[in-house]
């Protein structure tokens, strides 16, 4: 499977007093390998365009980064699966490492830029979960529960995720039909511990975002269209921690 995922973001939220506004594009490259029905196999690798726009000293100044970001390598694996006539449940677990691939140390006529802005973090982090599958003729439930364990700087991860897919059109299930038109909805939470500079806790990171996620799916037998926009719906965010604004995805992927 090949799949290929464009990603906005803007962040322009910003209790600090600097009027900062971040925007970032990244294009998400990965390709899975199914070993066998219960074992696949991800590389995921990232590329990003990054801009800080900020006011210092009563000057405004833009900072910017582009480049390729960190490496990351997973497996999943279906625990267990119970099949019945048009409907499965699948649980599968995960888990994987992502490696300091990526330039973490870039540096502008400013300075050094900030951790938002470097193309990778600079250390091996550890990630899994487990995910659960509910699909029907009509709908698919899928929930899912992860933590990413990041070695230095950047805070650990604790994220659940729970997405409704319910098919749109065609209403009913006939011959002939090239493909499925799905609506989404998805809910994210996403809990990071504060992020670490020179050993020292930094107290203007880290919280949690509950985010609402609604979206739509085309599905064919070898290809998949897909788009879903992502906007907080609550941020609990510790001191002046630079909130989001939105995150717009698109997607294509093929299996071959």
């Given at each position: 499977?090949?799949?290929?995922?464009l990603?906005?973001?803007?962040?322009?939220?910003?209790?600090?007093?600097?009027?900062?506004?971040?925007?970032?594009?990244?294009?998400?490259?990965?390709?899975?390998?199914?070993?066998?029905?219960k074992?696949?196999?991800?590389?995921?690798?990232?590329?990003?365009?990054?801009?800080?726009?900020?006011?210092?000293?009563?000057?405004?100044?833009?900072?910017?980064?582009?480049?390729?970001?960190?490496?990351?390598?997973f497996?999943?694996?279906?625990?267990?699966?119970?099949?019945?006539?048009?409907?499965?449940?699948?649980?599968?677990?995960?888990?994987?490492l992502?490696?300091p691939?990526g330039?973490?140390?870039?540096?502008?006529?400013?300075?050094?830029?900030?951790?938002?802005?470097?193309?990778?973090?600079?250390?091996?982090?550890?990630?899994?979960?487990?995910?659960?599958?509910?699909?029907?003729?009509?709908?698919?439930?899928?929930?899912?529960?992860?933590?990413?364990a990041?070695?230095?700087?950047v805070?650990?991860?604790?994220?659940?995720?729970?997405?409704?897919?319910?098919?749109?059109?065609?209403r009913?299930?006939?011959?002939?039909?090239?493909?499925?038109?799905?609506?989404?909805?998805?809910?994210?939470w996403?809990?990071?511990?504060?992020?670490?500079?020179?050993?020292?806790?930094?107290?203007?990171?880290?919280?949690?975002?509950?985010?609402?996620?609604?979206?739509?799916?085309?599905?064919?037998?070898?290809?998949?269209?897909?788009?879903?926009?992502?906007?907080?719906?609550?941020?609990?965010?510790?001191?002046?921690?630079?909130?989001?604004?939105?995150?717009?995805?698109?997607?294509?992927?093929?299996?071959?």
């Open positions: 499977m090949f799949r290929q995922q990603r906005w973001l803007r962040s322009g939220d910003d209790p600090s007093g600097l009027d900062r506004e971040m925007e970032a594009f990244a294009a998400i490259s990965v390709l899975g390998y199914g070993v066998n029905s074992l696949a196999l991800f590389g995921v690798q990232p590329w990003t365009d990054k801009s800080l726009e900020l006011t210092v000293d009563g000057s405004a100044i833009e900072r910017n980064n582009q480049g390729l970001g960190d490496f990351t390598a497996a999943r694996y279906t625990l267990w699966q119970k099949d019945a006539l048009g409907r499965t449940f699948r649980l599968a677990g995960f888990g994987g992502t490696a691939t330039e973490d140390d870039t540096s502008g006529r400013f300075g050094r830029l900030p951790p938002p802005l470097q193309n990778g973090s600079g250390a091996w982090d550890g990630f899994g979960g487990l995910v659960a599958t509910w699909q029907t003729l009509d709908y698919q439930l899928d929930g899912q529960i992860s933590y990413r990041n070695e230095f700087e805070g650990d991860e604790t994220r659940l995720d729970l997405s409704w897919q319910q098919r749109l059109w065609p009913e299930l006939e011959g002939g039909v090239p493909g499925f038109l799905y609506g989404v909805l998805e809910f994210n996403l809990y990071q511990d504060k992020h670490r500079v020179d050993g020292q806790r930094d107290d203007d990171s880290g919280g949690d975002t509950l985010w609402l996620s609604p979206g739509v799916q085309y599905v064919t037998k070898r290809w998949v269209l897909e788009a879903v926009a992502q906007k907080p719906v609550t941020q609990n965010l510790n001191g002046t921690a630079f909130e989001n604004d939105w995150i717009a995805t698109t997607s294509f992927r093929m299996n071959f």
